[in-house]
């Protein structure tokens, strides 16, 4: 007989012990699943990488509606239940009354608010959901925010929001960071780079109140008088078990909902997983024991015998560029002794604690390559007595393998755990590969591995090489999108030799899924085909992105950006008069001195650009494509007209270099600049491509960078003419519109290809560089042109089509 | 129902959008490859951004800003809890209609 099951709450621990109960008794339950969160199950671990920008809301949805129609799920999301009877045997939801046989409570945790005085303006966020996850994204450069915690997840939050530009303090009550799972040297090295990335960190901080105005938050007061201002601030201090619903239903409740070995209540019909328990007085926060409860309870549900064990924990942060595990124990004690690896100028620290010859907890920073290996022996408790001379430097030292990755990971023993979320141990992994399971896709559907965090995916990689051998190919390049199978670089390849000169050919012959794209391949279709036959293709402004369609950059509020090209950073009285009155005239509330020597107007109105650039057209003013993927500046300094230093005209070089490559469209934005001396003041030495002028001549470097990355070029060629140095610019930029993916600045390009490669085409082959030289200048006979001239022509087009607030006024 | 001309579609440019103005704000009048044409609320629930600059592709628009992907049959965010309101409009002998009792009935409420 098909029984009732009603669940309250649709987390990951009831998610996984779904999976679970569908998997081996499709038809033994008649489910029905509550969920206060209008939503069903997500990976809400990955909720750090959708903040840091690395992964979307819909790549961590673990169900989707056709998941739980599939499988017969009847789901009452944004339904919270009001109180379950259980004399009735009852649940309550706020919609109606939905009876069950067995119950399972997995209603979780809630965020724990510090009872600060004014904590409930408006802006003071926990960090638990997807809505506290978009209201931090909403975040970027300009705004400030505090985070108040400086555990797991304060930090993972800091950092994704610092990924995004924003100004942000963390403020913590302890003497280091992530006091429970790092000892104080780890927590100091982790302090380090988190500065490094910006962040602030102030330890042992009490915060007293937290200030507001007009209802909205305004900074935090620190009880030593500091105060810290602020767009938004994050509590992030702990969570603690949420059990209003199970204690009004009068279950045994102590700091969480209590559960015996099976995840039974004090209700024999009641179970309870997840955040929500309290099992043998250990609350549960990782992943981890979530996903063993899940499967004990399934386990009971079905009539299994089973029982719930607590294990050693290990922890990973999910913070990019900063590398720390720690796992067990590792508090000091007159019985315990350490073994400390420390190199600080690489930031590397390790420390074992060990106890009767037994590895009993680890912490290690910035090089965690061997840690399930150090899990490994914490978990089995064997003597390390043997090996403890060279332990501390890894599997690759015992017994005197080499250090191969390979091998490391083909010694550990068949009970090594690789995926710590899921509890997944090697022998798991390798026999689901010896059954079949031939790539990481397969091994994570059969065994679940690396399905979680992800931060296993390498292991189980390598796992899949070592068992599989030749037969493993590391997983291709990721198509371009979902639309098609292939590459950017296949793509690229095949327009070229299939002589694809139209979208349609693209979508026809490469076999697209899609109509016309998307709004991720195409514009990078649209770039490959004008890169490639320029005569041939017209470029296509409604496959380009808003900023390339318009001619100016889009503000946050729908207003444009309009910025005038200034050869070489040259301007003069009457280009100045035309700015100023163009600034007048169209009530541009913001103007602004850029980087690349120009002058950017900000806040111009949509419907006002066709206008105001025709206004600048009059002065002599082009478009300075501010906007675009392609030339940006040149920047340049005064050189040898006014600089006592100066050793050649950088700014005459660099005003013909803007004149030869105004108006090329590239693979990503380009960026120039031309030195007079190796004092550098154009700063050339961090641009795609950068000129430093010597007394013999020009220095041309490539491939640097100062943004997300920071890179000092690389010297392509040394030349003695100014005519040398243009050429050599030009047909590398051509080597580099012709061969990189869409949206890889220069650097990124020739980090893959090689600068031997660049060098062989652009400064030895003189065939094949004059080849470039008139590539590009055919492009250019028609790109070379001023947009805004062309589009100032039709105004109409940036109207609206009608205004029908007469009509509906009426 | 009372449908308001306006004007010939190929005002509208293929796999674009052209606004108008309403009591109700903002609306955005897109067309498709396939000369197919929706209306939707030209801001998006997430920051506002103009939907009528997004790139259109099948019966989809990227917002602008962020990339939420709407369906211009029902206004829904794909893989969002959100959706934007979408309006009656069509295509007769080359002309755009659009429904405007439901706009002006829409502001008297």
């Known amino acids: 007989m098909t029984e009732k099951l009603v669940i309250i709450g649709a987390g990951m621990a009831s998610g996984r012990m779904i999976e679970h109960l569908v998997e081996a008794a499709p038809d033994a339950f008649d489910i029905t699943l509550f969920n206060a969160e209008p939503r069903g199950n997500y990976n809400r671990i990955m909720l750090s990488p959708v903040l840091a920008g690395d992964k979307t809301y819909r790549e961590i949805v673990t169900h989707d509606e056709d998941w739980y129609a599939q499988h017969g799920v009847t789901c009452r999301f944004g339904e919270p239940v009001v109180a379950i009877d259980r004399d009735m045997k009852v649940v309550e939801g706020a919609h109606g009354h939905v009876p069950y046989d067995k119950l399972v409570v997995a209603t979780g945790s809630i965020p724990f608010m510090i009872p600060l005085p004014g904590r409930d303006l408006e802006g003071v966020i926990a960090y638990r959901d997807l809505e506290d996850t978009q209201r931090m994204m909403s975040m970027g450069a300009g705004n400030r925010v505090v985070v108040i915690g400086g555990g ?87 969570i603690r078990p949420n059990v209003a619903l199970a204690q009004e239903a009068g279950l045994a409740v102590g700091k969480g909902i209590h559960v015996d070995d099976q995840m039974i209540t004090s209700d024999a019909d009641v179970m309870a997983v997840g955040e929500c328990v309290e099992h043998q007085g250990a609350l549960f926060g990782l992943v ?179 068992t599989l051998g030749d037969a493993f190919r590391v997983p291709a390049a990721q198509p371009i999108c979902g639309c098609c199978d292939l590459t950017h670089e296949d793509v690229r390849r095949l327009i070229k030799s299939q002589a694809l000169k139209s979208q349609e050919a693209v979508w026809q012959e490469l076999g697209w899924k899609t109509r016309n794209g998307c709004h991720v391949c195409r514009p990078a279709v649209n770039f490959y085909l ?9 470029d296509d402004p ?19 950006s309009v910025v005038p090209r200034m050869w070489g950073g040259i301007t003069n009285p009457t280009e100045l008069r035309a700015i100023a009155d163009a600034a007048d005239k169209y009530n541009v509330p913001t103007v602004k001195v850029t980087g690349g020597q120009r002058i950017d107007l900000l806040g111009v109105k949509g419907e006002d650009l066709p206008y105001i650039w025709a206004d600048l057209n009059k002065a002599g003013l082009v478009s300075g494509h501010a906007y675009s993927k392609g030339l940006r500046t040149v920047k340049t ?22 004149q030869v490559l105004w108006g090329s469209w590239t693979p990503h934005k380009v960026k120039l600049a031309v030195s007079g001396c190796p004092r550098n003041c154009a700063e050339a030495t961090c641009k795609d491509v950068g000129i430093i002028c010597v007394d013999s001549g020009y220095q041309v470097g490539v491939a640097g960078a100062a943004g997300m990355d920071v890179k000092q070029t690389e010297r392509l060629a040394d030349v ?51 080849r470039l030289i008139a590539a590009f200048e055919l492009s250019q006979s028609i790109y070379r042109k001023d947009p805004w001239a062309e589009h100032a022509k039709e105004a109409d087009r940036y109207q609206t089509l009608a205004d029908l607030t007469l009509e509906a006024a009426e | 129902m009372s449908w308001i001309d306006l004007g010939p579609v190929t005002d509208i440019p293929v796999r674009g959008a052209r606004t108008l103005k309403t009591a109700l704000g903002c609306v955005a009048v897109f067309r498709t490859a396939e000369d197919e044409v929706f209306a939707l609320t030209d801001r998006c629930p997430h920051k506002g951004g103009p939907l009528s600059e997004g790139i259109v592709h099948g019966q989809s628009v990227t917002c602008p800003l962020h990339n939420w992907v709407f369906d211009l049959n029902t206004g829904v965010a794909k893989g969002e809890d959100a959706t934007v309101e979408t309006f009656a409009v069509r295509v007769e002998a080359g002309r755009v209609l659009i429904d405007a009792s439901r706009l002006a009935g829409r502001s008297a409420a």
């Open chain 1, 152 to 238: 797991l997840l304060g930090l993972e939050a800091a950092a994704g929001m610092a990924a995004r530009g924003v100004d942000v303090t963390v403020v913590h009550i302890m003497g280091h960071l992530m006091e429970r799972q790092l000892d104080e040297a780890a927590g100091y090295l982790l302090k380090k780079s988190l500065e490094a990335k910006g962040i602030t960190v102030k330890l042992q901080a009490n915060s007293k109140e937290i200030l507001g105005q007009d209802g909205h938050v305004r900074a935090l007061l620190l009880d030593d008088g500091t105060e810290l201002p602020c767009d938004l601030l994050v509590m992030a201090v702990g």
């Open chain 1, 288 to 466: 981890a024991p979530l996903y063993d409860q899940a499967k004990v309870a399934a386990q009971t549900l079905l009539g299994q015998e089973t029982a719930f064990r607590q294990k050693t924990l290990s922890t990973k942060l999910k913070v990019t560029g900063c590398d720390l595990f720690s796992a067990g124990d590792f508090a000091d004690g007159e019985t315990r002794e350490d073994i400390v690896f420390r190199d600080p100028a690489r930031g590397v620290y390790k420390r074992l604690v060990i106890e009767d010859d037994r590895l009993i907890g680890a912490v290690m920073y910035g090089d965690t390559a061997d840690s399930n290996w150090f899990f490994g022996l914490i978990q089995s408790g064997e003597s390390i007595d043997e090996m403890r001379d060279t332990l501390i430097f890894g599997p690759a030292f015992q017994g005197g393998s080499s250090v191969d990755p390979l091998s490391a990971v083909a010694a550990l023993p068949p009970e090594a755990e690789i995926c710590g979320c899921n509890g997944i141990c090697k022998s798991t992994i390798t026999e689901a590969i010896e059954g079949g399971a031939g790539d990481l896709a397969a091994v994570r559907a059969t065994t679940k591995a690396s399905a979680s965090c992800g931060t296993c995916t390498g292991l189980v990689e390598q796992l899949l090489q070592v």
């Open chain 1, 530 to 538: 004008l890169a490639d036959w320029p005569l041939e293709y017209q």
């Open chain 1, 542 to 560: 409604q496959s380009r992105f808003v900023n390339e369609r318009k001619h100016a950059n889009i503000q946050k509020d729908g207003t444009f």
């Open chain 1, 637 to 658: 300094c005064v050189g040898t007209d006014h600089c006592r230093f100066g050793t050649q005209d950088s700014t005459g070089l660099g005003i013909k270099l803007e």
């Open chain 1, 720 to 770: 003695p003419t100014e005519e040398e140095a243009i050429d050599l610019t030009v047909a590398f930029i051509q080597l580099y519109r012709e061969n990189a993916k869409y949206l890889d600045r220069p650097y990124k390009w020739v980090a893959k290809v090689g600068l031997d490669w660049v060098k062989a085409r652009v400064v030895d082959d003189l065939e094949e560089r004059a």
